[in-house]
């Protein structure tokens, strides 16, 4: 290691302090953000996938181990739940650290993942370029639709663990042997989490192509082995258990491969156009168009994506970064949006690791920007600040709407009926939430709203016989002496 003498500063010590300095703020803008979500309960989903489900206990982890899905997502319920119990707030806490955390590895992926320029001051553009796009990455309001709610932690979980394999691998110089012991053991864990990392193998791949320096054989070993052996080996333990066996069959029962591809492809363009369109963000999205093959909207779509990766093969050496950013959206998505269907294919929490690919490309045109960052002048210093501050403000704004939302279980699911009035569903939902409540006029209200949409839906018959039942014995009740 080569000593600094006297009266003289480390420059690399200098960058890795204001690089650190950079993510800590960015972590408290995050913080203050998200805020709101930590004063939500257990919403929805989160009562049958943490409160009532065996496998997320500590006494019944164990015993579900061979069966449940997601085995270190449940572990990790069921060890929250034996140090603080079922109290909400710890369960958030832990969401938004993780999503911290996966915030800090953006931004070292992002300044990785730009080209090195030899001009003065060109790394603090680099930096400056990773850190604006790791901030609209994490104040984007895809986040609180991800932090908020418990079942979250399945993306913040497995995301995390995914970005921390690939920077273990993709240094500048190939990983040692304990490198590459930590990023397969993240590579194996991931998929534990969310089977959707299993794509890791593929993102690594991705950078070797695209990012990676030509080197011998034997460096490509050391930087993909170890996230093909841990993949492989997770892709094993999920295809042995039972509960993923079942959810692929149910999913071949719905729609065959080639029908979910279909679907899928125009399920990418409505998470694209929630992406760009943040406020119409929905626990309940509209659905996707459902057309066919030979539809001119498919036939544009679908080449679209194939020019799209055509793209990332064409310009894997002109223009690596790009190419890397457009293979990372496609390939991030494919485990939730190709061949396998889902009965809610536009899930925005989709979005969540998709989404660093068009922002890699954001920070790519920014660190290309000849900023004037040697000796700027007020004036330049003001319009940058701005034109950073107004999008990043927007963000956050409608970030901590959104996760004030999810403190409020009937103003979650009203939003989401005024988004998507023509679904019965978020009407039903909103309709339970008021009569769990017991507030029984707007509960019928919205269970009215159910029987006309959907004239055959049994539930809300039955909710509103249960509501009339309830007001009988409010009224004898009232009469008593």
């Known amino acids: 290691m080569p000593l600094i003498a006297p009266g003289r500063h480390d420059p690399d010590l200098s960058d890795r302090i204001r ?9 408290g803008l995050v913080t203050l953000a998200l805020l709101p979500a930590l004063d939500a309960g257990f919403v929805w989903d989160d009562r049958a996938d943490v409160l009532d489900n065996p496998a997320a206990t500590p006494a019944g982890f164990a015993a579900a181990l061979g069966t449940t899905n997601r085995p270190l997502l449940k572990a990790t319920y069921a060890l929250q739940r034996r140090v603080s119990g079922d109290d909400p ?24 993942s730009l080209p090195v320029r030899a001009a003065a001051r060109a790394g603090v553009t680099r930096d400056l370029a990773a850190w604006l796009a790791a901030a609209l990455w994490a104040l984007h309001p895809v986040a609180a639709e991800t932090v908020a709610p418990v079942i979250g932690r399945s993306v913040l979980l497995s995301s995390g663990l995914l970005l921390g394999a690939l920077l273990l691998v993709t240094g500048a110089r190939p990983p040692g042997w304990r490198a590459m012991l930590a990023a397969g053991a993240l590579a194996f864990l991931a998929p534990l989490a969310r089977e959707t990392a299993l794509v890791t193998p593929a993102l690594g791949l991705l950078w070797q192509l695209t990012l990676g320096a030509r080197e011998p054989r034997a460096a490509w070993r050391h930087r993909l082995l170890p996230l093909a052996v841990g993949s492989g080996l997770a892709a094993v333990a999920i295809a042995l258990t039972a509960r993923h066996r079942e959810l692929l069959a149910f999913s071949f029962a719905e729609r065959t491969p080639l029908a979910a591809l279909r679907g899928n492809v125009h399920a990418l363009f409505a998470l694209a156009r929630l992406w760009l369109l943040p406020a119409q963000l929905s626990i309940d999205p509209a659905p996707a168009d459902d057309l066919p093959w030979s539809a001119p909207a498919t036939l544009v779509r679908v080449t679209l994506l194939v020019a799209a990766a055509a793209f990332v093969g064409a310009a894997r050496r002109q223009a690596p970064t790009a190419a890397f950013a457009a293979g990372w959206t496609l390939l991030a998505l494919a485990p939730t949006n190709s061949f396998v269907w889902r009965l809610d294919p536009v899930a925005p929490r989709a979005l969540y690791l998709a989404a660093i690919g068009p922002l890699l490309l954001l920070a790519l045109a920014v660190a290309r920007l000849p900023l004037p960052l040697g000796r700027p002048r007020p004036a330049a210093v003001l319009s940058i600040a701005l034109a950073a501050a107004l999008p990043l403000g927007a963000l ?22 005024a988004k998507n009035p023509a679904s019965a569903r978020p009407w039903q939902n909103l309709g339970v939430t008021h009569l769990l409540a017991d ?5 019928e209200e919205a269970f009215r ?18 509501i009339q039942i309830r007001r ?10």
């Open 19 to 27: 690089r650190g300095l950079a993510v800590a703020a960015l972590a």
């Open 89 to 112: 707030l710890p369960f958030h806490t832990g969401n938004l650290a993780l999503h911290l955390l996966a915030t800090a590895a953006v931004f070292a992926l992002v300044r990785r």
């Open 396 to 417: 956050a704004h409608l970030t901590q709407t959104r996760a004030g939302l999810w403190c409020e279980p009937a103003a979650l699911w009203a939003d989401a009926a």
């Open 439 to 443: 507030r029984l006029d707007p509960a």
């Open 449 to 466: 709203r159910v029987l006309t949409l959907a004239p055959e839906e049994n539930r809300a018959r039955c909710a509103l016989e249960a």
């Open 472 to 481: 009988l014995t409010l009224a004898v009740e009232e009469r008593r002496p």
